[in-house]
């Protein structure tokens, strides 16, 4: 059975860039039948805002997109997630690392392994890296065809706990999906490099690897990603329509005036059974063609 995902930061109210990888994942899992499931991505407090995990699940609401069984917050997975750090500290697939930023900068920009013989044992102030033993550097997007990652970033051993005693985005997302079962990743296009150290982590976990579809990404004038950091607008949640039908044509749809003047279950039903990845722009980044006040 096809299990698809929402995944969310609770960094901020969703804007139009998370609404467009909220369709797009919906569209794929219903018009498979499939589920689709939301998970709050919350486990980076120091980035949190406070109420932004009701609001998007309100927001989700407001435009119809009804998510399958109990949504998961990663703050509830913790526990899981150090159980396997210590597993792979233990046997020694990963390792205490002190390098900073600013070091590995100095050092060429990507992490050479500077800590891996040092058999660091004191955990304070250390991050925890992934021995790279599956080097990731194409994959094959349902979209796109094969997509490449730099070189250096595919060799890195990565990190799956950082310095401030963080869980890493990468371990977080892929225990979740493995563990939620979720059989194919859809999302915006901004997370293409991650994919790979993804990929490497299911092949390090010698779980079934899934299939990924990256949607368009949204950008503003200057050609940056809208995002809840750079303060993206809000969707509006008191009148959905006019954001979905724009969020709907941003992936591709051509819309009648006969299904814009349905409801927002008709409309969302519609694109549900008019879903094709043929149609989907093939660009990876998209300016979209109305003002930023109607986004
Ligand atoms: N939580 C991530 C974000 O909001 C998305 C994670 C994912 O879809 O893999 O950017």
Not at 55 to 72: F, H, M, P, R, S
Not at 247 to 268: C, H, P, T, W
Not at 269 to 287: S, T
Request: charged share 20%; net charge negative; with cysteine.
């Amino acid at each position: 059975m096809y299990i698809g995902r929402f995944a969310p930061s609770p960094s901020g109210p969703l804007h139009f860039g998370s609404l467009v990888a909220a369709l797009g994942s919906y569209f794929q899992a219903k018009s498979r039948n499939g589920l689709w499931l939301v998970r709050i991505e919350d486990i980076d407090p120091p980035r949190e805002v406070e109420g932004a995990s009701e609001l998007i699940l309100q927001t989700l609401k407001a435009y119809e997109l009804n998510w399958d069984g109990e949504v998961l917050y990663q703050s509830q997975r913790l526990d899981d997630y150090q159980a396997q750090i210590d597993r792979w500290l233990a046997e020694e697939q990963a390792y205490l690392c002190e390098c900073t930023r600013k070091q590995i900068k100095a050092a060429g920009g990507f992490y050479q392994g500077a800590c891996r013989d040092k058999a660091l044992t004191d955990s304070q102030g250390c991050s925890v890296r992934l021995k790279m033993h599956y080097p990731i550097s194409c994959f094959v997007d349902e979209k796109h065809g094969t997509l490449t990652i730099p070189d250096g970033l595919a060799k890195e051993d990565f990190i799956i706990k950082r310095r401030d005693g963080l869980f890493a985005y990468n371990l977080a997302v892929v225990l979740d999906d493995i563990h939620q079962g979720v059989t194919e990743v859809v999302r915006g296009a901004d997370l293409i490099e991650p994919t790979g150290r993804q990929i490497s982590l299911y092949k390090t976990l010698g779980a079934a690897p899934v299939t990924y579809l990256h949607l368009p990404l949204a950008i503003d004038d200057s050609g940056n990603k809208l995002s809840k950091q750079n303060h993206a607008t809000a969707i509006d949640l008191s009148n959905p329509k006019p954001t979905l039908l724009n969020a709907m044509r941003f992936l591709g749809f051509e819309i009648s005036d006969d299904i814009a003047g349905q409801n927002i279950a008709k409309i969302v039903q519609w694109g549900v059974e008019n879903w094709q990845l043929f149609q989907l722009p093939n660009q990876l980044k998209i300016k979209p063609p109305f003002s930023n006040e109607s986004l």
